[in-house]
Nanobody, 114 residues
Framework: VQLVESGGGLVQPGGSGRLTCTVSTNISSFTGVGWFRQAPGMERELVIGIIATGSTKSADTTDGRFTISRDNAKNMVYLQMHNLKTEDTAVYYC?????????WGQGTQVTVSS
């Protein structure tokens, strides 16, 4: 199973962005998929996740600015980010988990800076 993130880059504060996670297998096979991030010197933390029922869980630090969606037909997971702040700067990772195992992508850098 491979997960590949794309869409990272430099964004100005207050801007928006969208990350895409392409999964090499049927994402319906997983209990859930989600986005995590890791800033320099910090531990990796959950940004937002979604489970098969459609229920989502997000970090308080995102203040509702981030949303997650999944396209089961394309085996893709999206992270839509709005009103980005400098503290959102981090490497963003996609993760899929379930009875068949836990899998991570290689990460994509998001830098929020003017």
């Amino acid at each position: 199973v491979q997960l590949v993130e794309s869409g990272g880059g430099l964004v100005q504060p207050g801007g928006s962005g969208r990350l895409t996670c392409t999964v090499s297998t049927n994402i319906s096979s997983f209990t859930g998929v989600g986005w995590f991030r890791q800033a320099p010197g910090m531990e990796r933390e959950l940004v937002i996740g979604i489970i098969a029922t459609g229920s989502t869980k997000s970090a308080d630090t995102t203040d509702g600015r981030f949303t997650i969606s999944r396209d089961n037909a394309k085996n893709m997971v999206y992270l839509q980010m709005h009103n980005l702040k400098t503290e959102d700067t981090a490497v963003y990772y996609c993760k899929a988990w379930g009875s068949i195992g836990d899998y991570w992508g290689q990460g994509t850098q998001v830098t929020v800076s003017s």
